[in-house]
């Protein structure tokens, strides 16, 4: 189980909730996951591909996180918007 | 009182006002991010705007209040599992059916609704079409901004993609042809200009009252159809126009005659020519063009205005005519674009206007 951290507007889809307990093995089973449990966030976090949306970031514990990043027990996932896509 | 619905590169601003005088905000949506397009859909009452997020992708949302809660559509995405993703949503239109809208995309994409867009579904006969491997996008990406429904018949339809020329549908959608003949695409080499599928329109509209006719402002290029959009005959060489480049056009429903365009210098210098910004008028069909500019920017003025931030309302002589640029201006006329006024001024980028 890891633990996803969320701020908002992700949290306001997740029903108010800036941190849930998950099952999943990799970034991307964690992140169906939350979009099972919370079906407003699909296509927020991952887009149609399956893939984390470019100007998004996903932290493992201190590292950054791809898609198929494997997942211990208690890891801590961060999902927050990059400071790339601020031209826009 | 005249509202308009401005999307601009920070959000939605609905504004409010009187011809003649500044228009006063009466809601921002969205701050903060990219608002593409919005329109109030005539028929419910209910307003649709299309936001790209560069964090969390494109979405479509509904409200009835646009100073109230947006709720986000579903469906508007594209297959799941593919090698492809929605990247924005270029325009919203109503259909000719009960809660019937479209939307077109890119990466040139058609969407449907059938319940007023609360729900959405991609046209898989498009997104199937064969040889949409090799479609090439324009510089603003492969979108789908144009779609010209039939007054009273919901089975035709036609679409303007940058940059894959123009497609005619005579069966709701579920079939598909392209619509070419006579569009010449300057900007690839002459001798390949014939077989080119790299056809850059940037705006296209049917006139109401004669709906075979439509009009088309492309990359280099002013066009008319009288056949639904089979051919295509020049109206942008030698006919008064300062240059045939631009990306907005409307037309007057009443008049299968009229239609307007806002010429911008050049492909290489998308500004307005001379500095002075001016609407252009046929109402011979294209023969002839005449700048309208009374009450508009006369000089130091090299504004842009993209290809959905010109709308009207109305019809004849005292449709309303409204646009806005990247400079954050909103600029009106009430007389079909005879006299013109400043509605908005220092708002974020304009990407689009609507008349509600």
């Known amino acids: ?88 | 009182m005249t509202e308009l619905l401005v999307g601009t590169k920070k959000g939605l601003f609905a504004l409010q006002g009187e011809s003649g005088a500044s228009f006063e905000i009466s809601a921002r949506a969205f701050a903060g991010e990219p608002c593409e397009f919005a329109i109030r859909d005539p028929r419910s009452g209910r307003y649709l705007a299309s936001v790209t997020s560069a964090f969390y992708g494109p979405k479509v949302f509904v409200t009835d209040d646009p100073a109230g809660e947006w709720q986000e559509a579903e469906g508007v995405a594209l297959p799941e599992g593919g090698d492809a993703a929605l990247k924005r949503i270029w325009t919203i239109v109503s259909g000719e059916e009960d809660g019937l809208l479209y939307a077109g995309g890119d990466p040139g994409v058609l969407f449907e609704s059938r319940d007023g867009g609360l729900t959405w579904e991609l046209n898989r006969p498009f997104w199937e079409q064969e040889g949409r491997a090799d479609w090439q996008p324009g510089a603003g990406g492969m979108c789908l901004h144009s779609i010209a429904t039939w007054p009273g018949d919901p089975s035709r339809l036609a679409l303007g993609i940058s940059a894959v020329g123009v497609w005619l549908s005579d069966d709701g959608g579920a079939t598909w042809r392209h619509g070419n003949d006579g569009l010449v695409a300057r900007y690839v080499p002459e001798e390949s200009r014939e077989d080119t599928l790299a056809l850059c329109v940037h705006n296209m509209h049917r006139a109401p009252a004669r709906p075979e006719r439509l009009f088309m402002q492309f990359h280099g290029g002013v066009y008319r159809s009288d056949d639904t959009g089979e051919t295509w005959t020049d109206i942008g060489t030698d006919t008064g126009l300062p240059s045939d480049f631009g990306f907005p056009l409307v037309v007057d429903p009443e008049d299968p005659d009229s239609a307007y365009v806002i010429p911008l210098t050049a492909d290489m210098d998308r500004v307005t020519p001379d500095g002075r910004v001016r609407v252009y008028e046929t109402r011979d069909a294209g023969v002839s063009w005449t700048a309208r500019g009374d009450g508009l920017p006369a000089e130091n003025a090299y504004l842009t205005i993209l290809r959905q931030a010109l709308d009207r309302a109305g019809s004849g002589p005292g449709m309303g005519i409204y646009f806005g640029a990247t400079s954050g201006d909103v600029f009106g006329s009430d007389d079909a674009g005879a006299t013109w006024f400043t509605a908005a001024t220092r708002l974020p980028p304009v990407h689009s206007v609507r008349v509600v």
């Open chain 1, 1 to 88: 189980m890891a633990v996803v951290r969320l701020r908002a507007p992700l949290s306001e889809l997740a029903g108010g909730r800036r941190e849930l307990v998950l099952d999943g093995a990799t970034v991307s089973e964690v992140l169906r996951a939350l979009e099972r449990e919370h079906p407003d966030v699909t296509g927020w976090i991952l887009d149609e591909r399956g893939r984390i949306r470019e100007h998004i970031n996903v932290f493992v514990n201190r590292e950054r996180g791809r898609e198929d990043t494997a997942l211990a027990a208690e890891d801590r996932i961060h999902v927050l918007p990059s400071i790339s896509g601020g031209d826009q």
